[in-house]
């Protein structure tokens, strides 16, 4: 049958409108496949055009949905280069879905998000492990989804997400966040720029069963504003043994540069542990001189340091303050001084709750400091609370590194176990005991 000029036009108009998906004006995209709000790419090429629109697939008639959840389906290579968080983005969760990413960039491969955005960004389930001891990989997707690639294991601006790096903006403060959601992020051999925590001034939090490893890369494991955990179980492993890790395992780049409060947060029921395993670089290392850190502790808190040359906290610490809420437990064990005015520190205050379990054991000293902690200094142990506290340097027992550098302890009814071997802790009861021959005394 012979079509007419008319009928053939709309044939013809049907074709791409229906076999080719063009609707609402959306820009065709081969890979990106919608189900209601959830949007499931195959390239990394795809995944930068949702977060960043540099493809124009967001338009005035197709506007991303105020809640977006992007399934990546399978492994992929981010793009080598970085974008800007497209603005009409405010809800946004990025899932994985056990699958690793590579970057096409190690230097770059990032979505930046401005100072001025208040996106609340998630990376869900993350895979990214590998015993490689170099950071380039072969045979690897191509960030378009269309052949293979040479790509990085590894980028020196975090996972996914960044910021949009600047002096300005780096004394900025930021409403946007990022969340990592049941996370594994598995490097532990020395990778060249190997950062996976790089927001910057973003604040950053952790849900669910998350675990990050790096070994000496010569940066951090992580520049950020914070460290927060909402929910789960959270665990950070810097350093191989050897001094490599740039200044400290955690550098707060934005802090820094405004004198601004560290935050650590722990949720009720969450834990999260860190682990500085460098020979000489300190967990947290600051630049300023104003610097302070507030702990706030409503669930379990380990903070493990390997070397007896490095502390906690790195010098430019003005001050650190330990909240640890009823129920709280606060494991703090360290092979040099936990806590040292050599590095900095000019005071420490900690609170304990009523109902709070906190062990502070070193195999030098608690507290070292040239003499005693002022400043207002001081451990304010409310009733119901139990404290364990050991240091094994050559003042063995107690919490300082001589009894002349000692720290103020207020009891409020409360009690402290000082001095006793570490093995003990966890047999504690409650009661007072001091020691200098190895045996527990009441």
């Known amino acids: 049958m012979k079509l007419s000029t008319s009928r053939l036009v709309i044939l013809l108009l049907s074709c791409l409108i229906f076999g080719f998906g063009i609707m609402k004006g959306q820009t065709a995209e081969a890979s990106i496949t919608t189900s209601g709000s959830t949007y499931t790419v195959t390239s990394g090429d795809d995944l930068f055009n949702l977060l960043t629109n540099n493809k124009n697939y967001w338009s005035s008639q197709n506007v991303p949905p105020t809640d977006l959840t992007i399934k990546v389906a399978n492994t992929i290579t981010l793009p080598g280069y970085d974008a800007s968080l497209y603005s009409g983005l405010t809800n946004v969760k990025v899932d994985f879905q056990q699958h690793q990413f590579y970057a096409g960039n190690y230097v770059a491969s990032r979505v930046l998000i401005p100072r001025t955005s208040s996106a609340q960004l998630t990376v869900a389930n993350v895979n990214n492990t590998s015993n490689a001891t170099t950071n380039q990989v072969t045979g690897v997707p191509n960030s378009a989804g269309t052949g293979t690639a040479t790509a990085y ?9 960044s910021s949009d790096f600047g002096l300005s903006a780096g004394t900025t403060s930021c409403a946007a966040q990022v969340t990592y959601d049941n996370v594994v992020y598995n490097m532990p051999n020395n990778l060249v720029y190997n950062q996976p925590l790089c927001t910057y001034f973003v604040p950053i939090n952790f849900t669910g069963k998350n675990k990050i490893v790096t070994a000496v890369s010569g940066q951090q494991v992580g520049e950020i504003a914070n460290l927060k955990v909402s929910s789960g179980t959270t665990e950070i492993i810097g350093g191989d043994g050897s001094s490599g890790l740039a200044g400290g395992m955690f550098y707060p780049y934005y802090n820094n540069l405004n004198q601004a409060d560290f935050p650590i947060d ?45 502390t906690l906290l790195g010098s430019g610490t003005k001050g650190v303050t330990l909240n640890a809420s009823a129920q709280a437990n606060t494991n703090i064990n360290t092979a040099g001084a936990a806590f040292s005015n050599d590095m900095g520190t000019t005071k420490f205050i900690g609170n304990f709750a009523d109902q709070s379990r906190t062990v502070l054991s070193s195999a030098t000293s608690v507290f070292k400091n040239s003499s005693a902690w002022k400043n207002n200094s001081s451990l304010n142990v409310t009733a119901g609370a139990k404290i364990a506290a050991y240091s094994g340097g050559t003042q063995t027992g107690g919490l ?14 409360g009690s402290m176990a000082q001095g006793f071997f570490k093995a003990k802790c966890s047999q504690y009861d409650g009661r007072l005991y001091r020691t200098r021959t190895g045996r527990l005394e009441v």
Not at 153 to 161: A, C, D, E, R, V
Not at 281 to 306: E, K
Not at 400 to 413: L, M, R
Request: charged fraction near 5%; hydrophobic fraction near 40%.
């Open 400 to 413: 300082t590194d001589s009894s002349s550098h000692y720290i103020p302890v207020t009891f409020n009814g």
């Open 153 to 161: 294991l590894s980028t020196y601006y975090g996972m996914l997400f």
């Open 266 to 310: 722990v949720a009720k029921g969450a834990t999260l542990t860190l682990t500085n395993k460098d020979a000489r670089a300190p967990m947290f290392a600051f630049i300023g001189i104003a610097n302070s850190v507030t702990i706030n502790n409503q669930g379990t808190l380990n903070l493990n340091a390997t070397s007896a040359q490095t």
